[in-house]
């Protein structure tokens, strides 16, 4: 029996990392909102690895946070160990990764959620969703509770439809031992939306005191930790340690052995695989060649002894992990918490999202995290952040948040969601963006904080500090173009001292930091009107120094592609009409509607010749409707 229980502005079906940025943002920006979980202790769960960032999953958090998002916040509060990946590389690929203590995350995550004002909290899995009509929508619990609200925002992860597999065993259930939600699937399928049967896997945790830590190689943090968040004044300290361990011969022959147990490799398992997290099984199968594997043992918090195995995703039968467990130095003795698994789970095809993550045919509702086809905390939590913008926006008649691939990470994954689709679970990657050396995570707050003050979800404080930081900036460089290094012997012996040349004439500062040998450390002595600067400042500095000229090819770059993502396409143009498009084009175009023709060039099967047509078609109807204009005008 249903019964009216409310009615709301914005839904959020999910308090995974999606939902939580979706629920926040929306309640921010001004709207009712009410958030679901199957379970409350789901909220903010780390069901994998407890930590938090790696290689571009550092830079979504650094974006996520710039645009006025939590994830980098809660991060910081509860990370207990901190390292920033790939220094000894570019600084586009610079990373922060942090192991965060697991209960410590989910607990700041439920209580921000809980203090934060215009939004219900509430434990209740959704068992229907109904369109009333554009931007009307009713969503039904379990208990027949029904909720009206303009905006809905599917944030179901790895529960919708989950379902475990260890070995021959396999059962309905979401992540560590949570129920899954098994009603919604069928109801989105009924509407018409397309769903796909997603898999993933995690490694075992297992107990620390059973560990002969003697045998491991110990991996510390970082000596200088740096904060994910713009906004943390004191950075996190580094409080416990991770060790490194390699999987043996032994080790390779029991997987092999038992290798037809595998539900992934007896065709139990329907769901497709994340191709940037492979199990063991799969490492020793498609690494034949190799002999060992590296396994990193992390902490999953400090008031715990579970130990997770990073590199042991499997979901071979519990029996055969823990022999298989045992083959590895440092493991001999030891025992299994948690078993590690693999999951199965219903997520939508994104082709049927607009970049505002917006369904195409159904207005007023969102897809965001692992339900849009990604995987991974960071990638949920970016889409989260946009889908909960963008319903909020809607509802306040404001313009949608779009974000371009040129401008941020976040925009380069929505992009590829929903123009090019997703053939297996989404990871993001440095690889994935044209425009590395722009978009790095230490630039995150200029290329974004201006944004989220737009849009109003960035506070006043946070502005202040971003202004002020640009400020330093500008100063800085500055100074840098217009101090002059007289040459000296004490400057030149520091010169040579760097395997530089010496300078016979006065040089900018700017002149000498862009020399590869030099950088702020190595220039402290003979620049002495150096100002106290953050670290973050200098390290900015630095890079767009040293980087100068790569930085303005890729603007320039940029500056082109923006001239086609400026061409907009509208909603309802049917594209059967316009002639001289390639059948093939026809089809894709109707299907993904894109809302430039800067999208429409990175759909597959759309090529140059349909975007020639496209732009021909674009400039007539905007000559078409000046002249319309001219008209009007005339006539009035
Ligand atoms: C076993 C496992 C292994 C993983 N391995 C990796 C990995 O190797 N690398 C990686 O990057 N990521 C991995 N992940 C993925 C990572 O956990 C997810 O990417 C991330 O948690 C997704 O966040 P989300 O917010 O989309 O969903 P989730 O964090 O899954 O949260 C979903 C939320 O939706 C709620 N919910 C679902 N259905 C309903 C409903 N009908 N009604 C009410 N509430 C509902 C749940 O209660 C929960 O709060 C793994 C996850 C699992 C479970």
Same mark, same amino acid.
Do not use: Q
């Given at each position: 029996m249903e019964y009216f229980a409310g009615e709301f502005d914005v839904a959020v079906i999910g308090a995974g990392h999606a939902g939580i940025e979706a629920a926040l943002a929306s309640a921010r920006l001004g709207c009712e909102t009410i958030i679901f979980a199957t #379970?409350?202790?789901?909220?903010?769960?780390?069901?994998? #690895?407890?930590s938090i960032g790696g290689t571009a999953k550092g830079h979504l958090v650094r974006e996520i946070d710039a645009l006025g998002g939590e994830m980098g916040k809660a991060a910081d509060k509860a990370t207990i160990q901190s390292r920033m990946l790939n220094r000894g590389k570019g600084p586009a690929v610079h990373s922060l990764r942090v192991q965060v203590d697991r209960r410590l995350y989910s607990a700041i995550m439920k209580e921000t959620l809980e203090n934060q004002p215009r939004l219900l909290v509430k434990q209740a899995e959704i068992v229907d969703l109904r369109q009333i009509s554009d931007n009307k929508w009713e969503v039904v619990t379990k208990l027949g509770a029904l909720y009206r609200a303009k905006a809905v925002i599917i944030a179901t992860g790895t529960f919708l439809g989950g379902r475990i597999f260890v070995g021959e065993v396999h059962y309905d259930s979401g992540p560590d031992g949570m129920f899954a939600a098994t009603s919604l699937s069928q109801v989105l399928k009924n509407m018409g939306i397309s769903l796909r049967r997603f898999k993933t896997g995690t490694p075992p945790r297992v107990d620390f005191k059973t560990i002969d830590l003697d045998k491991l190689e110990v991996q510390p943090g970082d000596e200088k930790v740096v904060p994910f968040s713009f906004e943390t004044e004191e950075p996190p300290v580094n409080r416990a340690v991770c060790y490194i361990t390699w999987t043996t011969q032994k080790t390779k022959e029991i997987i092999l052995k038992n290798l037809h147990r595998s539900p992934m490799y007896s065709g139990v398992i329907e769901g497709i695989g994340a191709r940037y997290c492979p199990s063991i099984e799969d490492k020793i199968v498609r690494f034949a060649d190799k002999e060992t594997h590296q396994l990193f043992i992390e902490p999953c918090?400090?008031?715990?002894?579970e130990a997770y195995l990073q590199g042991c995703s499997t979901s071979l039968p519990e029996e055969v992990q823990a022999e298989m467990y045992r083959t590895i130095p440092g493991l001999e003795n030891v025992q299994i918490m948690r078993t590690a698994y693999a999951i199965e789970y219903d997520c939508c095809d994104p082709l049927q999202l607009y970049p505002t993550l917006e369904f195409i045919k159904f207005k007023g509702l969102y897809g965001a995290g692992q339900f849009n086809g990604t995987s991974g905390y960071e990638e949920a939590a970016a889409q989260g952040l946009v889908a909960g913008i963008n319903a909020a926006l809607k509802i306040k008649g404001q313009p949608p948040l779009i974000l371009e691939r040129s401008g941020s990470y976040i925009g380069t994954l929505i992009d590829d969601l929903v123009?090019?689709?997703?053939?297996?679970?989404y990871r993001m990657l440095t690889s994935r963006s044209e425009y590395r050396l722009v978009l790095r995570q230490d630039n995150a707050d200029e290329r974004l904080t201006p944004l989220g003050k737009k849009i109003g979800l960035v506070s006043d404080e946070k502005w202040e500090k971003f202004k002020e930081k640009q400020e330093l900036k500008q100063q800085e460089l500055r100074r840098l173009t217009t101090t002059v290094i007289r040459p000296s012997e004490e400057v030149n012996k520091i010169l040579e001292k760097h395997g530089t040349t010496p300078i016979q004439t006065g040089v900018r500062l700017v002149e000498l930091m862009r020399r590869p040998q030099l950088g702020y450390e190595q220039l402290k002595k003979v620049d002495n009107t150096r100002p106290t600067l953050p670290d973050a400042v200098m390290e900015q500095v630095e890079t767009e120094i040293k980087y100068e000229g790569y930085i303005k090819r890729q603007l320039a770059q940029i500056k082109e592609a923006k001239r086609l993502e400026a061409l907009s396409l509208p909603e309802d143009i049917d594209y059967y009409e316009i002639t001289g498009l390639r059948n093939e084009a026809k089809e894709k175009l109707s299907k993904i509607r894109p809302t430039n023709i800067g999208q429409a060039s990175r759909i597959s099967g759309v090529n140059p010749a349909d975007i020639s047509v496209l732009i021909i078609w674009h400039k007539t109807r905007a000559a078409a409707t000046k002249s319309d204009n001219i008209l009007e005008n005339e006539n009035l």
């Open positions: #379970n409350l202790d789901s909220i903010g769960n780390l069901p994998c #690895n407890p918090g400090l008031n715990t002894r123009t090019k689709g997703v053939a297996d679970p």
